[in-house]
C-alpha cells in the first residue's frame, strides 16, 4: 500500500504545474504542503514550517502518507492552489524565484498562504495606495552608521523623499520614481533585509542603503516603490502592455565584484575596485558601500563599435591580478584584471550579454551624455 501512495504521488509530480516548487519555480520539487496541496521545493519547504498553521510540509519520497493526504493533493496541486492563492495578484508585484534572497520568498510565501492577501484586494493597501510614509533605517554616507530616517513615497509627486528630522520642512533628497531603482542586496549591505536604493543625480548614480527589522515592511516598500514605477510607466508609455512594463520595474545588477582597473592612459598602476554592473552602466566604488562611483563607463551594442576580448595588450603592466579583459569602446581601451578565471568567464559573459543586444533609441542619448562627461 505504502508503495501505491508512493507512487501515486510521484505520478503526481509529471502533472502540469507540478514539475515546479508552487512559491518560487525552482525544478524538480520534492516536497509537499499537505493541508495547502502544492509541490514545493526544500528550500520553500523551510519557510511553510514556519508558519504551521497554515501549511504543514512532508518529503514525497522519505515521509509516510496516508491515503486522504494523497487524494488531497491529488485533487488540488500547483496549478488549483495558484487559482486560488495568486487570483489577485497586481502585476507590478515582484514574484521571487529560487535565485532571490530568502526574505523576498518568505514574504510571498506569507503574502500568499498565511496573510491571503492575493484573495482579498484591500489587504494590498500597503503598496498600492500610491503614497506611502514610514521609518527606515538609512546608512549614513560619510561614517558609515544606519540611522533612523523618515521616507515618504507620493506617486503625485513622483519621488521617493527622505527628511533628516521627523518634523524637517524640506527633504534631504528628492529621487524621482522615473529614474529610480531598488535591489535586495543582503550580503553586501549586512543586514538580510538590506535594500539598494538608486536613483540619478545630475546623472551620475547615487547609491542610499536601506533596512527595517520587519521582513513585511522593507518589502511592502519594495513593491510600493515597483506600484509607483508601473503607473508612471503606464503614463509614459500608454500603448504598452503590463506585460512589456513589468521588466522595467525594478532590476537586479547583471554582475557585481572586484576587479583591478587602470586609467586612461594605461601607465599607472592598477588598482582595485568595486565594479557594479546595472545595465549598460559599468560602475566603479572604492568601497561597495560608497554613495557614489568613482567612475561609470557605458557599454554599448557591437554595431556601435563596443567589443569584449579575453586577455591585455601585450605590453601591459602593473597589474597584480592575472585574468584579463579588454573593453574596446569607439573612444578608448578599458583594462580590466579578475583574480580568478571563474570571475573573468563570468564579467565576460555578463559584458557580452550587453554587448551583443541592439541598443534602444534612447540609450544613444546616454553613450552621448558619458562622451560629453568631464
Not at 525552482?26 to 519557510?47: H, K
Not at 509627486?157 to 524637517?168: I, P, R, S
Request: with cysteine; charged share 30%.
Amino acid at each position: 500500500m505504502a508503495g501505491e501512495r508512493r507512487r501515486a504521488l510521484l505520478e503526481l509530480l509529471t502533472r502540469p504545474g507540478n514539475a515546479r516548487c508552487a512559491d518560487c519555480g525552482a525544478p524538480d520539487p520534492d516536497w509537499a504542503s499537505y493541508t495547502l496541496g502544492v509541490f514545493i521545493c526544500l528550500s520553500c519547504s523551510g519557510i511553510h514550517r514556519n508558519i504551521p498553521q497554515v501549511s504543514k510540509v512532508k518529503s514525497v519520497r522519505l515521509d509516510a502518507w496516508d491515503e486522504a493526504q494523497v487524494e488531497f493533493m491529488a485533487s488540488h496541486g500547483n496549478e488549483v492552489s495558484r487559482a486560488t492563492f495568486e487570483s489577485k495578484v497586481p502585476p507590478f508585484y515582484y514574484r521571487p524565484t529560487f535565485s532571490d534572497c530568502q526574505l523576498l520568498r518568505e514574504q510571498w510565501i506569507r503574502a500568499k498562504y498565511e496573510r491571503q492577501e492575493f484573495l482579498h484586494v484591500e489587504k494590498q493597501e500597503p503598496y498600492s495606495a500610491g503614497y506611502r510614509e514610514g521609518l527606515l533605517w538609512k546608512r549614513g554616507r560619510d561614517n558609515g552608521q544606519f540611522l533612523s530616517r523618515k521616507f515618504v513615497l507620493t506617486e503625485r509627486e513622483g519621488a521617493l523623499k527622505y527628511f533628516n528630522k521627523n518634523d524637517a520642512k524640506e527633504p534631504k533628497a528628492v529621487m524621482k520614481i522615473e529614474q529610480l531603482n531598488a535591489t535586495f542586496q543582503p550580503a553586501k549591505i549586512g543586514h538580510p533585509h538590506g535594500l539598494q536604493v538608486t536613483y540619478l543625480k545630475d546623472n551620475s548614480t547615487r547609491n542610499i542603503f536601506i533596512y527595517h527589522e520587519d521582513g513585511k515592511e522593507i518589502v511592502d516598500w519594495f513593491n510600493a516603490l515597483r506600484a509607483a514605477r508601473f503607473h508612471y510607466l503606464q503614463v509614459a508609455f500608454p500603448g504598452a502592455s503590463d506585460a512589456d512594463l513589468v521588466p522595467k520595474l525594478s532590476r537586479n545588477y547583471l554582475k557585481e565584484g572586484y576587479m583591478e582597473k587602470t586609467g586612461p592612459k594605461q601607465t599607472e598602476g592598477f588598482r582595485k575596485r568595486w565594479f557594479t554592473m546595472d545595465d549598460r552602466r559599468l560602475m566603479y566604488f572604492k568601497d561597495p558601500l560608497d554613495a557614489f562611483a568613482r567612475g561609470e563607463v557605458f557599454i554599448g551594442s557591437k554595431e556601435s563599435g563596443y567589443t569584449v576580448l579575453e586577455g591585455l595588450p601585450p605590453s601591459t603592466q602593473g597589474h597584480h591580478w592575472p585574468h584579463g579583459i579588454t573593453i574596446v569602446t569607439p573612444d578608448r581601451k578599458f583594462l580590466f584584471t579578475c583574480e580568478t578565471e571563474a570571475d573573468q568567464r563570468e564579467w565576460i559573459a555578463a559584458f557580452q550579454k550587453v554587448v551583443d543586444r541592439p541598443m534602444l533609441p534612447q540609450e544613444y542619448a546616454v553613450e552621448a551624455h558619458f562622451k560629453h562627461k568631464p
